[in-house]
């Protein structure tokens, strides 16, 4: 119990450079066990790297709608993995009954774009529904009141599909194109993982030209820098709200396609995982900043893979895989508590102090 | 409003359980739905009865066209394959078993239905409460009639009772018309002299008033230990678990309620409780050392408390939203970490710590459910009391302040650290001795009982009761962990239910069903000295003492 300000002060700055410390410590020292040790060759290293960087841009995907609504609201849209969810789910459906007619097979690309389309119709219409009934009318409340409503709304849509689809997994249809790997530049990759990244970053682009290119786009930039004068310049700030959560919803949507491709299967509580993540790489890449959504998912798709290989491994610990999601999760809170501004975003930093 | 009928519909028909022998649950519940929409739609209207009534006719006339719409489309093409309730018996039950030939009768009903509804919301309060009471009665009777029968079969007078109420499958129409009777006329009988209740129990002198509260107290307590005596096993476990919620909800309470910092990863001091006492008493190779549980329980709520001291201390910088996230973040970690294989030598991985011995007290054995009940009923009585002593005191008022504004608290002259700091350590230290008495209830820990979930349910419950209200937290906790429990038809919607109530609450009544009164002092600023402040006055004098 220490009375002055220094005493107190350096007793919590001691502890949070003791955490430091061990992290680093951590990292290093495992980092160097796992490379002196020569387990894994480099092969090896250029698939861990190739699936984090699948998973990574479809982390990034989602995280733009996180981000677009915290610019623009200062909320976070806890129920956006359940919209995500929402739209691997009917693309299974949609994809299960093209499948069915073996229209897949004749017109892969074309049957990608339908299930795409109809993915990301319904994730819009969740999300754009979820605004409407949860968040619209608390826009004016406390903060903590719209999250809580943020998390029923999440537990909600998860219960629903729930109730609606069954509670077991199901298994998403191959595409017979898309099995097997191709060889790109001498490296072999898995044609899903290949997809994944490819739709991930055509989307980002279309969207990140969407909204530095398009009036409704630099509306809504307008909003996020401030509300109320961009309303009086004649924005119609519920309008803006309104596309930006369709807009984020959307980007979901198709994030959801592309998980399920890579990972080929759906369930309704497969939303919470990626949720989190996502929402971290947009903290990691600074909230509200959406080149840096981008930049943080494919940075935590990265960590996440290599990461308790390489850090933990050589430690000796067994099982690292195990704890892949303990390592996204510690991703999560060290940047909260080291950098809660991101590794671009110093934009909203200045604006909240 | 269509759309809620739509997606309540699809899971109605796995509710099969029969009420009266004439109504079914499944079709309870979509009266139910139509009376609101009649409601909801006359009450939008105004309260003129022609527009009220129309708006309730046409509401009544669309739903029912949806439903049928929904029925043509069910029984003509095979939904099944995406909709897993889609079945055949849904559709007989919407159509009232006549498939696409009932469709005018469909409509019908829902139009009448629908008006009713809308009848219901012009009539003068007076006639409108006791008919509410006698449908909620009649409604109550059947959906626990398991229950009471369970309760009603010993003893010489019960099981009359018992036969003039029920039969075997349920209430019996005779049943249904005299609980309906009974509660209407309770309902008018309470209308006319509950005020004159309240304004005696006002109007005493400050000494009788507190005698008479403690009068209150003391009954409430005899009775809450004769308890499980008379209800068995199976509702004693039920209130063990609404007790553990509550110790949890009066532990997450303090952070949330008093000092405003949302957690999301509260389970882990659950889990850090429950483990603790785990390895300190079990037989199995696990075990540090073999205490008795009632050492140990002091040891986990010590262990709880500096795990939520170290939890707070590198968070402290962090507010809001994002605290919310951090916490979850560290939850998670927690269970993942006891899942992983990483601590499995030391904490037995997925199969966690079983054989965990009873509690033994002077050669008295804790065993059963009600014996259990009796610990769980001593902890929470504790903890609320010490609860409510935190929140008059100097720390208390440093927390709400801190709730209110941190900055200003700080310029103030709070020391924000060591409030946060506590107050992460406190609510650990309550999640804790909850954590011990579930493990030694279960008899085993392992970490899938420590998932996310329970945290939701907790914050679920506190801002059902009220944020910041430890009565409330009773309150919440009956509401959302005793009632699921106790209708097991519903528990497999309870998360459904949750979601709906959460967004619900937060719209219609931010400040719960039994608020504190500085909260709901902020939330309704108009309404300034009411009886019902009176009253939460009052009653908060009893929290207190």
């Known amino acids: 119990m220490g009375r002055t300000f220094w005493q107190r002060f350096s007793l919590i700055s001691l502890f949070l450079w003791a955490f430091r410390i061990t992290v680093v410590l951590v990292v290093v020292v495992g980092t160097y066990g796992t490379l002196s040790s020569g387990k894994y060759g480099p092969a090896q290293w250029i698939d861990i790297v190739i699936f984090g960087l699948s998973q990574g841009s479809i982390y990034a995907l989602i995280a733009l709608g996180y981000t677009m609504v915290y610019g623009i609201l200062r909320m976070i849209n806890f129920a956006h993995g359940e919209v995500f969810m929402s739209g691997a789910y009917t693309a299974y459906f949609a994809a299960a009954a093209l499948n069915g007619f073996g229209f897949l097979a004749r017109h892969p690309f074309l049957g990608l774009l339908i299930v795409l389309v109809v993915a990301m119709a319904t994730a819009t219409g969740v999300g754009l529904l979820v605004e409407r009934i949860a968040y619209r009318p608390l826009r004016r409340a406390p903060r903590l009141v719209p999250l809580i409503a943020a998390i029923g709304a999440s537990f909600f849509l998860q219960y629903t599909f729930r109730g609606f689809f069954g509670a077991g997994f199901q298994a998403y249809p191959d595409w017979p194109l898309f099995k097997g790997q191709m060889v790109v530049a001498g490296i072999g990759i898995l044609r899903t993982q290949a997809v994944a990244i490819v739709g991930a970053v055509f989307l980002m682009v279309a969207l990140y030209l969407f909204v530095m290119r398009t009036k409704i786009g630099t509306a809504m930039r307008a909003v996020s820098e401030d509300m109320e004068v961009a309303a009086m310049m004649g924005i119609n700030v519920d309008r803006v709200i309104v596309v930006t959560f369709g807009v984020g919803a959307a980007a979901a949507g198709a994030a959801g396609v592309l998980y399920a491709l890579v990972f080929k299967q759906v369930w309704f509580f497969m939303g919470f995982v990626p949720g989190i993540k996502a929402f971290t790489s947009a903290v990691l890449g600074g909230i509200g900043n959406i080149p840096g959504a981008m930049v943080g998912g494919l940075f935590l798709g990265l960590i996440e893979s290599a990461g308790p290989i390489l850090f933990l491994d050589g430690l000796g610990i067994p099982a690292p895989n195990q704890l892949k999601d303990v390592f996204a999760f510690t991703m999560l809170v060290l940047v909260l508590i080291f950098r809660p501004t991101g590794i671009l975003g110093e934009r909203l930093a200045a604006k909240k102090a | ?545």
């Not at chain 2, 519940?29 to 129309?54: F, K, S, V, W, Y």
């Not at chain 2, 229950?147 to 018992?162: K, M, Y």
């Not at chain 2, 919310?324 to 030391?346: H, N, Q």
């Not at chain 2, 009220?466 to 309150?475: E, K, M, Q």
């Open chain 2, 1 to 545: 409003m269509v759309f809620l009928g739509l997606v309540g519909m699809v899971e109605v028909f796995a509710r099969k359980a029969i009420i009266v022998g004439v109504i079914s649950l499944g079709h309870t519940l979509l009266l139910l739905t139509g009376l609101a929409a009649g409601l909801q739609a006359a009450a939008r209207a105004g309260r003129r009865p022609i527009p009220a009534l129309g708006a309730a006719l046409l509401a009544g006339a669309m739903s029912g066209v949806v439903v049928c719409a929904f029925i043509v489309v069910g029984t003509s093409a095979n939904l099944r394959g995406m909709f897993v309730n889609a079945s055949p018996a849904l559709f007989g039950l919407l159509s009232f078993g006549r498939g696409t030939a009932g469709i005018p009768l469909v409509v019908l009903a829902w139009t009448v239905v629908s008006l009713l509804g809308g009848t219901f919301a012009i009539l003068p309060p007076a006639i409108r409460r006791p008919l509410s009471a006698g449908g909620a009665a009649v409604l109550l009777l059947g959906l626990f009639q398991e229950l009471l029968q369970l309760l009603l079969q010993e003893g010489t007078i019960r099981p009359l009772v018992r036969a003039f109420f029920f039969d075997n499958d349920g209430l019996v129409v005779r049943g249904a018309v005299t609980g309906l009777a009974a509660a209407v006329v309770w309902s008018a009988v309470r209308q006319r002299w509950r005020p004159s209740i309240r304004t005696r129990f006002l109007h005493m002198t400050p000494r009788n008033r507190r005698a008479s509260l403690y009068l209150v107290l003391l009954l409430t307590v005899v009775v809450l230990f004769y308890l499980p005596i008379f209800l068995g096993e199976f509702v004693s476990q039920v209130l063990v678990f609404v007790g553990l919620f509550t110790l949890m909800g009066l532990g997450l309470n303090l952070e949330v309620g008093f000092a405003g910092l949302l957690d999301l990863g509260f389970v882990a001091f659950f889990a850090i409780g429950a483990y603790t006492v785990a390895l300190l008493t079990t037989p199995e190779k696990y075990a540090l050392v073999h205490l008795p549980f009632w050492a140990a329980v002091p040891v986990a709520v010590l262990v709880s408390l500096i795990a939520g001291i170290f939890f707070g201390l590198p968070i402290l910088g962090i507010r809001g939203d994002y605290l919310a996230i951090a916490t979850l973040g560290f939850g998670e970690i927690i269970r993942l970490l006891v899942l992983s294989d990483f601590l499995k030598p030391w904490l037995g991985g997925a199969r966690g710590i079983v054989n965990l011995p009873k509690p033994v007290l002077f050669g008295f054995e804790f065993k059963q459910f009600g014996q259990l009940f009796w610990i769980t009923l001593a902890a929470s009585a504790l903890i609320a009391f010490v609860a409510a002593r935190l929140r008059d005191s100097r720390l208390g008022r440093s927390w709400m302040a801190i709730r209110e504004d941190e900055d200003v608290a700080e310029a103030v002259g709070i020391n924000t650290i060591n409030a946060k700091l506590l107050a992460y350590g406190l609510g650990g230290a309550f999640a804790g001795m909850g954590g011990a008495i579930f493990a030694v209830m279960i008899g085993s820990v392992f970490p899938q009982s420590f998932s996310l979930l329970v945290s939701i349910n907790t914050l679920a419950l506190i801002i059902v009761g009220g944020v910041g209200s430890l009565p409330g937290v009773i309150v919440g906790s009956l509401f959302l962990v005793g009632l699921p429990e106790l209708l097991r038809e519903f528990s497999e919607f309870r998360f459904l239910v949750y979601g709906a109530v959460l967004i619900l609450m937060m719209q219609v009544r931010p400040e719960g069903l039994w608020p504190a009164v500085s909260v709901a002092r902020e939330f309704r600023p108009d309404e300034g000295p009411s009886p019902a402040r009176e009253e939460a006055l009052a009653t908060g004098g009893e929290g207190g003492g």
